[in-house]
């Protein structure tokens, strides 16, 4: 497997899952700042014709992308790293429903602010609605230590990497403590550490 990845972007989330998993794969950098050509000659284009990562390059050369089915697959590939329930199970889509959260709800909200051509007056907004979703998580991580409860799985990898970009978007965690700890809890894994320098 290849992992096309800008470090510190959301496919780090996927980077982390493959390091969790211990399987092979290649780590091919993209540096979404500059021209996005990759080290073979080739652009992020080439691979992923929707022009961002994560893009997973599979053995048999097909290649998938979105962060949902990347991670979801990534766990799969080796069941028992618990990194995902089984398919099948309403627990899978428990994983699924945070999987959503986080993507479209989190992901989504935050990446906008990285946006130069948004408007100041729309930041606000953006702000407030992100806060009322890490009042959600802060609630829900009152009871649980990961979000599918005492097991970590790739959606935490994932809510772990985007919640990262907070401090850069002038978004506050402070009033979260619970999402604090949890950040912390997560940043202790040797995984954590080895796919974002930490
Ligand atoms: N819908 C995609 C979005 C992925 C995404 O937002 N990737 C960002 C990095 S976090 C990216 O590559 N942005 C570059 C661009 O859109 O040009 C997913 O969920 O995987």
């Not at 794969?25 to 929707?50: H, M, T």
């Not at 329930?85 to 906008?112: C, D, I, M």
């Not at 051509?117 to 407030?128: F, Q, T």
């Amino acid at each position: 497997m290849k992992l096309y990845s800008a470090p510190g972007s959301c496919s780090s989330a996927a980077h982390i899952c493959l390091l969790e998993t211990g399987l092979d794969f290649a780590l091919v950098k993209v540096d979404l700042g500059g021209d996005r050509r990759l080290p073979d000659g080739r652009y992020l284009n080439d691979i992923n014709p929707k022009g961002y990562v994560p893009a997973l390059e599979l053995d048999n050369g097909e290649v998938l992308t979105e962060n949902v089915a990347v991670l979801q697959y990534i766990a799969d590939q080796k069941p028992e790293s618990g990194l995902a329930p089984a398919n099948g199970t309403l627990a899978r889509y428990r994983l699924q429903e945070w999987l959503g959260f986080v993507n479209s709800e989190v992901h989504k909200t935050l990446g906008l602010l990285f946006n130069p051509k948004l408007a100041e007056v729309a930041k606000p907004a953006l702000l407030e609605k992100f806060g009322q979703r890490a009042a959600y998580l802060d609630q829900h991580l009152a009871a649980h230590q990961y979000l599918m409860g005492d097991q970590f799985t790739v959606v935490d990898a994932y809510l772990y990497i985007v919640l990262g970009w907070c401090p850069m978007l002038g978004a506050d965690l402070t009033p979260y403590p619970r999402l604090n700890a949890y950040l912390t809890r997560v940043a202790q894994r040797a995984s954590v550490k080895a796919a974002t320098g930490g």
